[in-house]
């Protein structure tokens, strides 16, 4: 699965989905966690819908979406798009994050997390 998790540093996630100007996108399965790639979400257009839109397709490549906070619409439009929003506690440690998923993984994963898992691997199969 492809994780894209908001964060200024790389480090925890920090940010809101519709502020952040970077994700750190990784690929997480019950084995690894890797870094794929940062992608730049700072050239935003002004108008709301654009904006969303545009940060939507930044992060097209993701199964699921960690950021601090989203707002209702953005969180509508997000998992239109085929992409789970999580929201969690800012600070939250991206390798902590994995880890729990890898654990859930590994163990016997919530339904939602079973459903995006093997879409992810029927995908990349």
């Known amino acids: ?19 952040s100007k970077q994700f750190y996108l990784y690929k997480i399965n019950k084995e690894s966690a890797a870094l794929l790639k940062v992608v730049d ?3 935003e257009p002004e108008e709301e819908v654009a904006k969303l839109n545009y940060k939507i397709g930044t992060i097209e490549d993701a199964d699921i979406m960690y950021c601090t ?3 209702p619409k953005a969180s509508k439009m997000v998992q239109a ?7 969690v506690s ?8 994995s880890k729990n998923l890898q654990a ?3 163990g016997e994963p ?3 997390l079973w459903r995006i898992f093997h879409k992810a691997e029927a995908r990349s199969a």
């Open 81 to 87: 798009s085929g992409i789970y929003p999580v929201r």
């Open 110 to 112: 919530p339904m939602w």
């Open 69 to 71: 906070q989203i707002g």
């Open 104 to 106: 859930m993984l590994a």
């Open 90 to 97: 800012e600070g939250e440690s991206i390798a902590d994050a």
């Open 41 to 43: 979400s700072s050239q």
């Open 1 to 19: 699965m492809n994780i894209a998790f908001a964060s200024s540093t790389g480090e925890k996630v920090d940010q809101h989905f519709g502020w």
